[in-house]
């Protein structure tokens, strides 16, 4: 059966091989599809590249090399080649399934990214990057659809070598009269039909960084031709003209990775590595240096204390006690409105009010849509910040998501668990027994994560943790166990201390 005619089946789960079950689509390049698949002798769930068949012998050869040489990069950013081979002539790669979103669905909508979030994505890849050139393996198809984004924070890297066959086959179409691939990421030399080597990386990883930070790709065209020219012949417009105050050291840094000749980037990964850390250090001091500077600015005293001076100086020496009164208190208001900026977190930092929130059990994703959250097991006591949340008997590890309207500051998050009913409770009135959670994890839409063992105590805790800041998370309380399986389980206060950014 052809990948056409198996695509128009849109049945699952339905039989690849008789080693691979396919379970839905997960995307498709111009290849082929990529399916969720169950490697049935292994009993995991894959993904599935299966590749058009192609009568082109070298290319399936050269493809069976490449796949070969991808099943040895083994590295936590790269996903792992578990198989690969060719079944009723169409060749296929089973690798990791990763559970998140391709940075190409990240930067659908033109988006800019926080320079932290830039600087976490980058690094990872490039990582990936050094230890493939480091086993002599170019990407050559660096892309945003060859990059997945985990909910963990972990990025991953995927597709190494294919282009190659890509390139053969691409020979093989254009003589056919057919369009070659999309060029936005590919290196002049690469556009030429120069040999390829680790500076092409290089150039392809320093184009993301361009479109990450600039919501824009550094050249656009109507035709593939048009911006393959553009990729040899003209320069990038400064990541400013998109993104005014991008840090100069970081503009710096990504147009030296999209220099022309290769020798003009930086040598290696290694080398690159260096300079990303010294660009992102920089910038990271530059953004302190100017906040101070505003702060200081603010609290410049220098006009009115001249003033000052200069009307002391005109006055007889009895008068000159009153006055100087008079011009000190506008100087002392300055002053103390100076402190009060200065000590910025404390004035604001508060308890915030309830979030909207909604309750779910083992809800593993962000991704929206799923039918998320019914709040039908949520009882809100308005007592304030306090939840009460029930889950059927025996289900496990409650998750609250609560929204903010802003984006919001978190510092602190008060939980407490375990405390047992009493007759004048009317909270412990309704549910006889609460479970307590050994851990806490904190999941942020955003991708932040972080997992605090509770103490086993009763009444309110204020776990350490690292504050961060979104407008959605969720709080898993994990390891519940249930104090008496009969009753409903897992009933937590919490509160939050933070601050509305916005
Ligand atoms: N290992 C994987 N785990 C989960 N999803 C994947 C995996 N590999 C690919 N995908 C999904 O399938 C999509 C298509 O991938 P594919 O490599 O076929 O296309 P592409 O990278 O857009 O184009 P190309 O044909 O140039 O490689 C990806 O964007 C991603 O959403
Ligand atoms: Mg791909």
């Known amino acids: 059966m052809t990948l056409k005619a198996k695509s128009q089946d849109s049945s699952f789960p339905r039989p690849f091989s008789e080693n691979y079950e396919l379970l839905g689509v997960l995307g498709q390049g111009g290849m082929g599809h990529v399916y969720k698949a169950k490697d049935i002798r292994l009993d995991r769930i894959v993904a599935l590249k299966v590749l058009e068949s192609t009568s082109n012998q070298e290319s399936i050869s050269r493809f069976k090399l490449e796949a070969q040489a991808m099943k040895e990069l083994d590295h936590q950013n790269i996903v792992h080649v578990f198989d690969f081979g060719e079944h009723k002539k169409e060749l296929f790669i089973a690798m990791t399934y990763v559970e998140g979103k391709a940075l190409s669905d990240v930067l659908r909508n033109k988006s800019k990214l926080d320079f932290s979030a830039i600087e976490l994505i980058a690094k990872q890849i490039a990582r990936a990057l050094l230890f493939a050139h480091s086993k002599g393996i170019v990407h050559r198809d660096v892309k945003p659809s060859n990059i997945m984004l985990t909910h963990d924070n972990r990025v991953y890297l995927m597709d190494f070598g294919i282009s190659y066959v890509r390139e053969?086959?691409?020979?093989?179409?254009?003589?056919?009269g057919m369009t070659m691939g999309t060029p936005e990421y590919m290196s002049p030399e690469q556009c030429r039909g120069d040999t390829v080597g680790e500076q092409s990386d290089i150039y392809s990883l320093g184009v993301i960084l361009y479109e990450m930070t600039c919501g824009q790709l550094p050249f656009t065209g109507s035709k593939p031709i048009e911006i393959a020219m553009k990729h040899v012949q003209e320069q990038p417009p400064a990541p400013e003209t998109f993104r005014p105050g991008t840090p100069a050291s970081i503009s710096k840094f990504i147009l030296k990775c999209l220099q022309k000749k290769p020798e003009d980037r930086f040598k290696n990964m290694e080398d690159f590595l260096d300079g990303f850390d010294d660009a992102f250090n920089k910038a990271r001091e530059a953004t302190r240096k100017s906040q101070?500077?505003?702060?200081?600015?603010?609290?410049?005293?220098?006009?009115?204390?001249?003033?000052?001076?200069?009307?002391?100086?005109?006055?007889?020496?009895?008068?000159?006690?009153?006055?100087?009164?008079?011009?000190?208190?506008?100087?002392?208001?300055?002053?103390?409105?100076?402190?009060?900026?200065?000590?910025?977190?404390?004035?604001t930092l508060r308890e915030l009010p309830a979030p909207s929130i909604h309750g779910n059990f083992e809800q593993t994703s962000f991704e929206?849509?799923?039918?998320?959250?019914?709040?039908?097991?949520?009882?809100?006591?308005?007592?304030?910040?306090?939840?009460l949340f029930k889950a059927p008997t025996n289900s496990k590890n409650p998750i609250l998501t609560m929204n903010f309207d802003s984006e919001t500051l978190v510092t602190s998050i008060g939980i407490a668990i375990g405390y047992q009913k009493s007759e004048d409770d009317p909270i412990g009135n309704?549910?006889?027994?609460?479970?307590k959670p050994k851990t806490l994890t904190i999941r942020t839409k955003e991708g932040f994560k972080q997992e605090i063992v509770l103490d086993d105590i009763r009444?309110?805790?204020?776990?350490?943790?690292?504050?961060?800041?979104?407008?959605?998370?969720?709080?898993?309380?994990?390891?519940?166990?249930?104090?008496?399986?009969?009753?409903?389980?897992?009933?937590?206060?919490?509160?939050?201390?933070?601050?509305?950014?916005?």
């Not at 053969?168 to 056919?176: A, D, G, I, P």
């Not at 603010?298 to 009307?311: F, G, H, I, Y």
């Not at 350490?464 to 409903?488: H, N, R, W």
């Open 168 to 176: 053969k086959e691409q020979e093989r179409l254009t003589m056919t």
């Open 292 to 347: 101070a500077s505003k702060i200081r600015n603010r609290t410049l005293l220098s006009q009115p204390q001249k003033l000052a001076e200069n009307v002391l100086k005109l006055l007889p020496i009895q008068k000159r006690l009153v006055v100087s009164c008079l011009l000190l208190f506008p100087l002392i208001m300055i002053l103390l409105i100076a402190l009060m900026l200065l000590h910025k977190p404390s004035r």
């Open 368 to 387: 929206p849509g799923i039918d998320d959250y019914p709040t039908e097991n949520i009882f809100d006591e308005n007592i304030q910040t306090a939840w």
């Open 430 to 435: 309704r549910y006889s027994i609460f479970n």
């Open 459 to 502: 009444g309110m805790q204020y776990p350490k943790m690292v504050p961060f800041e979104t407008s959605e998370i969720q709080i898993l309380l994990g390891k519940t166990y249930t104090v008496d399986a009969t009753k409903p389980i897992a009933i937590s206060e919490v509160r939050l201390l933070g601050m509305n950014l916005k």
